[in-house]
């Protein structure tokens, strides 16, 4: 197991990775008409649900003790590959 440090700052990486190319389909999805757009709208507002969700789960690991912080890891884990999947999803649709 990383250290607790490593694994915050490896997570903050790969969950500002995660938001900043949302964004980016967020922009190409702008440009969809009619009933795609609104499809689109409603998977962008499942997917900032998922990320917020994924930043406070990971404000409680950065928040945890220094004995406790492993127990979340899969919490975190879990938590991170839904938003992922998610993502990877609504991408391919776009």
Do not use: C, P
Request: no cysteine; proline share 0%.
């Amino acid at each position: 197991m990383t250290t607790k440090n490593a694994y915050i700052e490896a997570m903050k990486t790969q969950l500002d990775e995660l938001n900043a190319n949302m964004n980016k389909i967020d922009a190409k999805a702008q440009e969809a008409k009619g009933d795609a757009r609104d499809a689109y709208h409603e998977e962008m507002r499942k997917l900032r649900h998922q990320s917020k969700l994924a930043v406070a789960k990971f404000d409680e690991v950065k928040r945890a003790s220094e004995d406790g912080w492993e127990k979340m890891v899969a919490e975190m884990d879990k938590v991170r590959d839904a938003f992922t999947h998610s993502f990877h999803y609504f991408k391919s649709q776009v």
